[in-house]
């Protein structure tokens, strides 16, 4: 099932609960035909049958044609079929959580009749049941959808409403809800009859229901970002780099041969040295384009309750930082609010570079060797051992140990590396490891660079710390935050040159994989055969904290 197929949502919205139309919608179509009944009973063409026979005044008459619909109704339950997708629908919305309903015109008897011809799904499986029986009048009035959502305490706004007729949709837009509309492929709405959205089969409903279900702490999926960013609206030339999956900057001219690098990036849940995570984040990323950082401008925002002391910290911690690195701190803007819990950190970074050196991953060719620097989790294991440091103690994890996980602090930057490699040349492209960690990144320069990626996870480094803490907190260390390391793509008869000057200034570097064909995707290579190459919703060290 697509969870997250692309799609533009038409306004924001929060669900908390799916209402359905039974027949034509759970069910195939055609199974229920009125054309026989409506001749029986001359009721007109464009005319509701329920209206019809309501408007009848004659008690025998009106009796009649009752039995005459219950006869109708149910021999078309008796033959009745899920529609294509429906019990799968389903399973995905109680996945989630979210109650369910039916809202029909038909009666219960054959609602519940049409169910005994499901796989699995009963009347007993929905919260709740809404029939022609019932109280409320028949769509299209919207009373009856008003009626379950005062029920379960839902906002009219919050119900979604699935259904494949135009009652459905009039009833569910008088009421204000969010309306989908199921045309099976082919049959379009009168054109003064509006729905939110419309889709050719049920499962095309999963990306709408994911659009007002809250998404989990951390960057916001590929999946998403790749579709809300497409459209955006940039001047042609504007950029040479443009917003994209795995684009750590954007690059825009500023002169005949001068190109301005610009990187924006916050710092949410380091309480310990956040000034120094928030400098070197975002110069990181102007350093994998080959560009120099220079200025760079804060927002900090700050709980209530914090005292101008801890605020002067962390600004002379920006500032130090800064300096050391030859970048300006431009300023900014800070404030206290409670909008925040703990300490944020935005930080907007700027760096100059000729055109003819930058550094664009959509250069990387097939062959290219795929380097990486230092280890894995740099920065998670960091962190981890400055915000658990009381708890790794009690659980037997020597003094000295914690204290060399985290003085890895003072490498997470990868500034020098990056230098160095673009001076020798050959580089193609540059990543820098950070939220969702080595197997995120991997697959971000796979569809910045446009290429698939072999890794040979047998050569990936890790260090012995790294290894002991994600053992103890279940973590894999493959999806651990890792600022620090450095992806570098390079042209195979320049990767020797590239390493030798990397370890001569003091920093290890691996050779893990290379540059396949044009595509997206990993091929991972482990022990010799292909193994699935790991995919993490949020950063490990998210869901530590989160846990």
Same mark, same amino acid.
Request: some cysteine; overall charge negative.
């Given at each position: 099932?697509?969870?997250?197929?692309?799609?533009?949502?038409?306004?924001?919205?929060?669900?908390?609960?799916?209402?359905?139309?039974?027949?034509?919608?759970?069910?195939?179509?055609?199974?229920?035909?009125?054309?026989?009944?409506?001749?029986?009973?001359?009721?007109?063409? @464009?005319?509701?049958?329920?209206? !019809?026979?309501?408007?009848?005044?004659?008690?025998?008459?009106?009796?009649?044609?009752?039995?005459?619909?219950?006869?109708?109704?149910?021999?078309?339950?008796?033959?009745?079929?899920?529609? =294509?997708?429906?019990?799968?629908?389903?399973?995905?919305?109680?996945?989630?959580?979210?109650?369910?309903?039916?809202?029909?015109?038909?009666?219960?008897?054959?609602?519940?009749?049409?169910? $005994?011809?499901?796989?699995?799904?009963?009347?007993?499986?929905?919260?709740?049941?809404?029939?022609?029986?019932?109280?409320?009048?028949?769509?299209?009035?919207?009373?009856?959808?008003?009626?379950?959502?005062?029920?379960?305490?839902?906002?009219?706004?919050?119900?979604?409403?699935?259904?494949?007729?135009?009652?459905?949709?009039?009833? /569910?837009?008088?009421?204000?809800?969010?309306?989908?509309?199921?045309? =099976?492929? @082919? #049959?379009?709405?009168?054109?003064?009859?509006?729905?939110?959205?419309?889709?050719?089969?049920?499962?095309?409903?999963?990306?709408?229901?994911?659009?007002?279900?809250?998404?989990? $702490? /951390?960057?916001?999926?590929?999946?998403?970002?790749?579709? !809300?960013?497409?459209?955006?609206?940039?001047?042609?030339?504007?950029?040479?780099?443009?917003?994209?999956?795995?684009?750590?900057?954007?690059?825009?001219?500023?002169?005949?041969? #001068?190109?301005?690098?610009?990187?924006?990036?916050?710092?949410?849940?380091?309480?310990?040295?956040?000034?120094?995570?928030?400098?070197?984040?975002?110069?990181?990323?102007?350093?994998?384009?080959?560009?120099?950082?220079?200025?760079?401008?804060?927002?900090?925002?700050?709980?209530?309750?914090?005292?101008?002391?801890?605020?002067?910290?962390?600004?002379?911690?920006?500032?130090?930082?800064?300096? =050391?690195?030859?970048?300006?701190?431009?300023?900014? =803007?800070?404030?206290?609010?409670?909008?925040?819990?703990?300490?944020?950190?935005?930080?907007?970074?700027?760096?100059?570079?000729?055109?003819?050196?930058?550094?664009?991953?959509?250069?990387?060719?097939?062959?290219?060797?795929?380097?990486?620097?230092?280890?894995?989790?740099?920065? @998670?294991?960091?962190?981890?051992?400055?915000?658990?440091?009381?708890?790794?103690?009690?659980?037997?994890?020597?003094?000295?140990?914690?204290?060399? *996980?985290?003085?890895?602090?003072?490498?997470?930057?990868?500034?020098?590396?990056?230098?160095?490699?673009?001076?020798?040349?050959?580089?193609?492209?540059?990543?820098?490891?950070?939220?969702?960690?080595?197997?995120?990144?991997?697959?971000?320069?796979?569809?910045?660079?446009?290429?698939?990626?072999?890794?040979?996870?047998?050569?990936?480094? *890790?260090?012995? $710390?790294?290894?002991?803490? *994600?053992?103890? !907190?279940?973590?894999?260390?493959?999806?651990?935050?890792?600022?620090?390391?450095?992806?570098? *793509?390079?042209?195979?008869?320049?990767?020797?040159?590239?390493?030798?000057?990397?370890?001569?200034?003091?920093?290890?570097?691996?050779?893990?994989?290379?540059?396949?064909?044009?595509?997206? @995707?990993?091929?991972?290579?482990?022990?010799?055969?292909?193994?699935?190459?790991?995919? !993490?919703?949020?950063?490990?060290?998210?869901?530590?904290?989160? #846990?």
């Amino acid at each position: 099932m697509d969870m997250n197929a692309n799609i533009l949502f038409h306004r924001p919205f929060r669900l908390r609960m799916v209402v359905f139309d039974f027949d034509g919608t759970l069910t195939a179509p055609g199974s229920l035909n009125f054309r026989t009944l409506r001749r029986q009973l001359n009721c007109p063409e @464009g005319q509701g049958i329920l209206e !019809f026979i309501n408007d009848i005044t004659d008690p025998r008459t009106k009796a009649r044609a009752l039995a005459d619909l219950r006869t109708v109704e149910i021999a078309a339950a008796r033959r009745a079929r899920p529609s =294509h997708g429906a019990e799968k629908l389903i399973d995905f919305i109680k996945s989630r959580g979210l109650p369910i309903g039916i809202i029909s015109r038909n009666s219960r008897e054959s609602i519940a009749t049409a169910l $005994q011809r499901f796989d699995h799904l009963r009347a007993s499986d929905f919260d709740a049941v809404l029939s022609r029986d019932d109280a409320a009048a028949p769509k299209p009035s919207p009373a009856g959808l008003l009626q379950i959502a005062d029920r379960f305490g839902v906002a009219p706004a919050d119900m979604l409403v699935i259904g494949d007729f135009v009652y459905d949709m009039e009833a /569910g837009a008088e009421a204000g809800c969010i309306t989908v509309y199921l045309n =099976h492929g @082919g #049959e379009s709405l009168p054109p003064d009859v509006h729905c939110d959205y419309a889709v050719s089969r049920l499962l095309d409903a999963v990306p709408i229901i994911e659009g007002g279900l809250p998404l989990k $702490q /951390g960057k916001l999926p590929n999946e998403y970002l790749q579709a !809300f960013i497409s459209p955006a609206n940039i001047p042609e030339g504007a950029l040479i780099i443009k917003p994209g999956i795995g684009e750590d900057t954007a690059a825009a001219d500023i002169s005949d041969d #001068e190109v301005l690098v610009l990187k924006s990036d916050p710092i949410t849940f380091a309480t310990d040295s956040v000034g120094h995570y928030a400098v070197l984040v975002n110069a990181n990323d102007i350093a994998t384009s080959g560009a120099t950082p220079r200025w760079f401008l804060t927002t900090l925002l700050f709980p209530r309750r914090t005292t101008p002391s801890e605020i002067q910290s962390v600004m002379h911690e920006l500032s130090r930082i800064s300096r =050391h690195y030859g970048i300006i701190l431009c300023g900014g =803007h800070t404030e206290i609010t409670d909008a925040v819990s703990r300490p944020v950190v935005v930080g907007a970074m700027a760096g100059t570079i000729q055109r003819r050196h930058l550094i664009d991953k959509r250069k990387v060719r097939r062959g290219d060797v795929l380097l990486m620097t230092k280890k894995l989790a740099v920065e @998670g294991t960091a962190i981890i051992a400055r915000e658990f440091e009381s708890t790794l103690l009690s659980d037997g994890l020597a003094a000295a140990e914690i204290n060399a *996980c985290k003085d890895l602090i003072r490498h997470i930057g990868i500034l020098r590396e990056a230098r160095i490699a673009v001076d020798v040349g050959g580089v193609s492209a540059m990543h820098d490891v950070t939220e969702g960690g080595l197997a995120t990144a991997v697959q971000e320069l796979s569809v910045a660079g446009g290429h698939r990626i072999k890794v040979f996870m047998d050569t990936i480094p *890790c260090y012995p $710390q790294t290894v002991w803490l *994600c053992r103890h !907190f279940s973590l894999s260390p493959l999806g651990l935050i890792g600022s620090g390391t450095l992806l570098i *793509c390079c042209r195979p008869e320049k990767s020797a040159a590239i390493m030798q000057a990397i370890q001569s200034a003091g920093t290890t570097v691996t050779p893990i994989g290379e540059i396949l064909a044009p595509g997206h @995707g990993i091929q991972a290579v482990q022990n010799g055969r292909d193994v699935r190459w790991p995919r !993490f919703e949020v950063d490990e060290l998210t869901r530590l904290f989160t #846990e």
